[in-house]
């Protein structure tokens, strides 16, 4: 597989909390502080920037998150999720994820994602959703 995948080749996304990634908002506990799944939604945004280039047809998806919610974070605090590539082993890629709010480290962990093609993978889909008629 031909692509620019390099170990070390960092990705970030930056967001601002508002309440629609409350826990409360998202069905994930009834804390008005940033849910789990949304800090883990921008931890993945942050991979796939990371990726930096796939070949044409291509995209990643991810497969396997590990991922540890250290502190909490308020509504209208800033948040920065870091990825890293540190593994690349053919279509696999495994990343170290980082999230800090403006007090701190708040979540950490690893991430892989696959290579695969778009067609294909949209086939899959397609032979899945044909499976329940």
Known sequence: MNSDITIGHEGSVEKRVDQTMTAAAVGSGAVEGLSTPS????????AIRA???VPEGHSTVGTHIDVRHLAP????MMVVAKAVVCEVDGRRVVFSLTANDEAGLIGQGTHER?????DGFAERLRDRG????
Do not use: K
């Open 39 to 46: 800090m883990i939604a921008l931890m993945e945004a942050a």
């Open 51 to 53: 990726v930096g280039g």
């Open 114 to 118: 696959y290579i695969v093609r778009l």
């Open 130 to 133: 044909e499976s329940r008629i």
């Open 73 to 76: 974070t308020p509504v209208g």
